[in-house]
C-alpha cells in the first residue's frame, strides 16, 4: 500500500491546513508562502502537540552534522517566519510557545481531515491514521503509534525532499583527530567590556584541556612561534596570527571566537577552522542574559562543537566539563589569564599577586589555589604552598576530572609528601591523558629527588617527546644528567633549549650545576653575575655560589654570599626562602665544627620562619653540635605533624636521629637507624633538592664506621662522594667526604692511599680560612700520619675534642 493512501494528506488547525505531502500551507483556501526551514519546525511541532520539542532537537532535525551554520541565529529567524506566517506572536501564542532557553510548545489544536472535536489533543501519529482512539492493550497502542509515527516521519522526510530544505553532503571522516593540534585564538570582542578580552581564550582553552581528544598547541610553544614571526611574546592572537601560528606549527585546526551585545543579551560564536584551507568545519552560537552567565553558556557551547569536530560521545560524558569551568567570576578568570602571561614571560615570583587577586574574588577558585601553591614551592615557601593547596584540596569535589588529578596529585606531593601516592596519581593521569606531559614532568621531580635518576631521565625524555617545549622538563633533564655525570648530555639537552628558543630564569641554576659540577669557576660567576639584581632568582643562584666558596673552604666569602643571599630573598618577599639560606649557613658553620655559631644562625632561621625544612636541617645540626634535647624536640615534631611524608620520615627522621645517637657515642645504633635511608640518599627532600647536598646519611654512617675502627666500611661511605661527583656538585660535604677518607685509610694502615686523599683536601682548600676548626683538626691529623701515629691515636683525639666541646657548650 503506497504511503499516500495510508496517510491523510491535510492536518487542520484554526483557519489553517497543512499538505504534507505538498509541502504547502493554506489560510481558507489561499495558499501561503511557507518553505524550507519555517514548514520543517511547523512540521515537528505538529508531531508533539502540547509536548517541548527543545531547540537541540530542532537543530538535529533541521541541520544535519555535516551541515554548519549559525544555528541559533537561523532557528531564532526561522521560527519568527512561521509565527508571521500564522498570524502569531511570541507574547500573545495561539499556536507556537516559547519555552525561553529550553525550545517550543504547540499550544494551538491540530486536526485531520475526519476529526470534528477542534480541542481534542490526541498524538498526531493516531489522529493522521483517520481512526478514533479505541480500547486497545497499551502494547499493541505502543506498537500502533511507533508505527504511524515511522510513517510519519518518512512523509516528512519526503515532504521535506520536495522543497528542497534539507542538504545532503556524503558523510566524511571527523574534522579533527587526537593527533591533530589546536590552535585557540583570543576572541573578538565588541561589547565594549575589557573584562572579556582575555577570559574567553582561557575558559575556552580550560574547557578543552579537559579532554584526551584535543591537543591544545601550548602557550610555551605559541610565544616561541611569536618570537619567530618577528612578534614579542603575549601579543594579541587574532584570528589571522592565531592561524598563521597554527600552519607554523603544523596544527590542524584553529579555534576563533567572538563576543557581541545584542541589547542586554550577550551572543557567544564560535568557529572552527582548516588552518591551512580555510574551510570551516564547525560553528556554534549562543546567547547569554547575564554577564555572570556567559562562562557556562560558552561551556555549553563547546560542548556541541567537541562533537562537531569529532569527539565521541562517550568522550563527551566522561570528559564532562563542570558547569563552572574553574570560576564563574569572569574578574577571577581575568586575574588568571594575566597570572598564566606574567608567569611565562617573567617567571613565579611575578604571577603571585594575580593568582592571589584571583582567589580573593572567588575564594573558591579551586584551580587558582592549587597554582599558588606550585608558584610557593618553586619558590621554596613550603608552609605557603601547604596552606593554599589545603584550600584546593578542599574543593578538589568542585572541579572537572583533570583538574582534580591535578589537585590530588599536587596535595600528595607538596602538602602531605606522600611521594608514592602522588606518583599513583600521576601515573593514572598520564593514562587517561596519555599526551599530557604534566603527569611525566612531575613524576620526573619525583624521582629525582628520590635519588632515582634513571627513572626521571626517561620520564623526561617521554614528556619532552609528548611535549617538546616544556621548560620544566629541560629542567629536569639537565639536572638529572648531571646528577649521574653525564654532563655532555646536560649540556646537549640546555644547547637544544638555546637552539629552540627556549628561555626560563631556572634554567640558569641548571646551568651553573654542570658548571660546579666540573669544578669551573668563571662559569659559575657569569650565571651569578646574569642573576644580579633579578629579584626571585638572584638569591638562588647566591645561595648556591656561598656554598661553593664553602666547598674549597673559604668560609668568610661563603658568610658574605650567604648574607646576600638573605637580603635578596626578602627584598623579593621570600621570607621562607631567606630563613632556608641562614639555616643552610648553619648548617655549613656545624659541619665545619663552628658549633656556637651554628646553634645562633639556626636559632635566626627558625625565628625568621619555622617551616619544615628548616626544622629539618636545625635538628640534623643541632644533633651534631651536641645539643640533643633541642634536636629530639624539633624531631618529635616533625614526626608529628608530618607523619605521611616519605622524605621526611625515610631520609631526615633517620639522619637526625643517627646523629642523635652517634652524639652519645651509639655509633652502632646510628648505623642501624640509616638502613632505612639507604634507599633515598641519593637524593633530597623535594623542596629544597639542589640547595642541599644529598648523601647526609652516607655521611652520618661514615662517621659511624670510624667510630666503630671499621675504616673499610666507612671509607665505601665516603666514596660515594667521589663517585656521585654530578650529584655533589660543590657542596661542603664534597670536600669533607674526602678528609674523611684520608681517615678511613689511615685507620686501615693503608698510608699511601691516607696521604693521598688528605692531600685531595688540602688542594681543594688550599685557600681555605686558617681559623676553620675542622682544618686545623685536619692539619694535625695529617701531620701525626707523616709521623706514623695510627688513625685510632687521631681518632681519640677527635673525640675527646668534641667532648670538651659539647660539655663547655651545655653546662
Not at 242 to 267: D, F, H, P, T
Not at 384 to 395: G, I, N, P
Not at 540 to 547: K, R, S, V
Request: proline share 4%; glycine share 6%; with cysteine.
Amino acid at each position: 500500500m503506497s504511503v499516500s493512501s495510508e496517510l491523510h494528506r491535510k492536518i487542520r488547525f484554526g483557519d489553517f491546513e497543512v499538505n504534507l505531502l505538498t509541502a504547502e500551507l493554506r489560510t481558507k483556501g489561499q495558499k501561503l508562502t511557507l518553505q524550507g526551514q519555517p514548514f520543517q519546525i511547523l512540521t515537528v511541532l505538529l508531531e508533539h502537540p502540547g509536548e517541548l520539542v527543545t531547540r537541540e532537537e530542532l537543530r538535529k532535525r533541521l541541520w544535519t552534522s555535516d551541515t554548519f551554520v549559525d544555528f541559533e541565529h537561523n532557528l531564532n529567524k526561522a521560527v519568527n517566519r512561521l509565527r508571521e506566517a500564522l498570524g502569531d506572536s511570541a507574547e500573545n501564542p495561539k499556536f507556537v510557545e516559547t519555552l525561553p532557553r529550553k525550545g517550543y510548545r504547540w499550544i494551538g489544536p491540530a486536526l485531520n481531515d475526519g476529526d470534528s472535536a477542534p480541542d481534542k489533543r490526541e498524538s498526531l501519529a493516531v489522529q493522521t491514521t483517520g481512526t478514533a482512539p479505541t480500547s486497545v492493550g497499551k502494547g499493541e497502542s505502543r506498537r500502533r503509534k511507533y508505527r504511524d509515527l515511522g510513517i510519519f516521519f518518512g512523509v516528512a522526510v519526503v515532504a521535506a525532499l520536495i522543497g528542497g530544505f534539507v542538504v545532503l553532503r556524503p558523510r566524511r571522516p571527523p574534522p579533527l583527530t587526537e593527533k591533530d593540534s589546536v590552535v585557540v585564538a583570543d576572541f573578538v570582542n565588541s561589547t565594549g567590556d575589557p573584562i572579556f578580552d582575555d577570559t574567553l581564550r582561557q575558559g575556552l582553552s580550560a574547557q578543552l584541556s579537559q579532554s584526551p581528544f584535543f591537543n591544545l598547541l601550548s602557550d610555551q610553544r605559541i610565544s616561541e612561534t611569536l618570537k619567530l614571526m618577528g612578534q614579542t611574546p603575549g601579543s594579541r592572537l587574532t584570528p589571522e596570527v592565531a592561524r598563521e601560528i597554527c600552519v607554523r606549527s603544523g596544527g590542524k585546526v584553529l579555534l576563533a571566537g567572538s563576543i557581541s551585545s545584542l541589547g542586554s543579551q550577550y551572543v557567544i560564536g564560535l568557529k572552527a577552522v582548516n588552518c591551512n584551507s580555510g574551510e570551516v568545519l564547525a560553528q556554534e552560537q549562543v546567547q547569554s542574559g547575564a554577564r555572570e552567565a556567559v562562562l557556562k553558556m560558552l561551556g555549553q557551547e563547546t560542548a556541541r562543537l567537541r562533537q562537531e569536530l569529532g569527539e565521541s560521545l562517550s568522550s563527551i560524558r566522561r570528559f564532562k566539563v563542570a558547569d563552572l569551568v574553574t570560576t564563574p567570576s569572569l574578574d577571577a578568570l581575568k586575574a588568571w589569564s594575566a597570572a598564566e602571561t606574567v608567569r611565562s614571560e617573567k617567571g613565579d615570583r611575578a604571577c603571585l599577586p594575580f593568582l592571589r587577586r584571583a582567589v580573593e574574588l572567588d575564594p573558591e577558585f579551586a584551580m587558582a589555589h592549587a597554582k599558588l601553591a606550585t608558584v610557593h614551592i618553586n619558590l621554596q615557601e613550603t608552609s605557603l604552598s601547604t596552606a593554599s593547596m589545603e584550600k584546593a584540596y578542599a574543593l578538589r569535589e568542585r572541579v572537572s576530572e583533570k583538574e582534580k588529578y591535578y589537585i590530588d596529585s599536587h596535595y600528595y606531593e607538596f602538602a602531605t609528601g606522600e611521594m608514592e601516592r602522588a606518583s599513583q596519581v600521576y601515573e593514572l593521569w598520564g593514562q587517561t591523558y596519555p599526551r599530557s606531559s604534566t603527569p611525566l614532568v612531575q613524576l620526573s621531580g619525583i624521582h629525582l629527588t628520590m635519588g632515582q635518576y634513571e627513572t626521571a631521565v626517561n620520564e623526561s625524555l617521554e614528556a619532552l617527546r609528548r611535549e617538546p617545549d616544556n621548560y620544566v622538563a629541560y629542567t629536569n633533564l639537565i639536572l638529572t644528567y648531571t646528577s649521574l655525570n653525564r654532563l655532555d648530555d646536560a649540556k646537549a639537552t640546555y644547547q637544544k633549549m638555546l637552539l629552540n628558543k627556549i628561555e626560563y630564569p631556572d634554567v640558569h641554576v641548571s646551568v651553573y650545576g654542570i658548571a660546579a659540577a666540573q669544578r669551573d669557576g668563571p662559569e659559575m660567576r657569569r650565571q651569578v653575575a646574569w642573576a644580579d639584581g633579578k629579584l626571585g632568582i638572584e638569591d638562588i643562584l647566591l645561595a648556591e655560589q656561598a656554598d661553593t666558596e664553602a666547598f674549597y673552604g673559604r668560609l668568610s666569602e661563603a658568610r658574605e654570599f650567604s648574607r646576600r643571599a638573605i637580603e635578596s630573598a626578602q627584598r623579593a618577599d621570600k621570607r621562607e626562602t631567606a630563613a632556608l639560606w641562614r639555616m643552610n649557613e648553619a648548617l655549613r658553620e656545624g659541619e665545619f665544627g663552628n658549633f656556637q655559631a651554628a646553634r645562633q644562625g639556626a636559632a635566626d632561621a627558625m625565628a625568621l620562619a619555622s617551616t619544615r625544612d628548616v626544622q629539618s636541617l636545625a635538628a640534623l645540626m643541632l644533633a651534631q653540635s651536641g645539643d640533643v634535647t633541642q634536636s629530639q624536640k624539633i624531631s618529635k615534631d616533625l614526626a608529628r605533624r608530618h607523619s605521611r611524608d616519605t622524605l621526611i620520615n625515610g631520609y631526615w627522621l633517620p639522619s637526625i636521629r643517627a646523629a642523635i645517637a652517634l652524639s652519645q657515642d651509639r655509633p652502632a645504633e646510628a648505623i642501624k637507624l640509616l638502613h632505612e635511608a639507604a634507599q633515598y640518599e641519593l637524593g633530597a627532600d623535594p623542596f629544597t633538592a639542589g640547595f642541599v647536598s644529598p648523601l647526609h646519611p652516607a655521611y652520618i654512617r661514615g662517621e659511624a664506621y670510624l667510630r666503630l675502627h671499621r675504616g673499610k666500611e666507612a671509607a665505601a661511605e665516603y666514596q660515594k662522594f667521589v663517585d656521585h661527583w654530578g650529584a655533589v656538585k660543590t657542596f661542603p660535604l664534597g670536600a669533607l667526604a674526602r678528609l674523611g677518607l684520608g681517615r678511613a685509610y689511615a685507620m686501615q694502615g693503608d698510608s699511601t692511599k691516607a696521604r693521598a686523599a688528605y692531600q685531595d683536601f688540602f688542594t681543594l682548600w688550599k685557600d681555605a680560612d686558617p681559623e676553620i676548626p675542622i682544618l686545623k683538626q685536619a692539619k694535625a691529623e695529617y701531620a701525626d700520619l707523616l709521623q706514623g701515629w695510627d688513625l685510632y691515636h687521631l681518632n681519640h683525639c677527635r673525640l675527646k675534642i668534641r667532648a670538651e666541646f659539647v660539655s663547655v657548650v651545655n653546662r
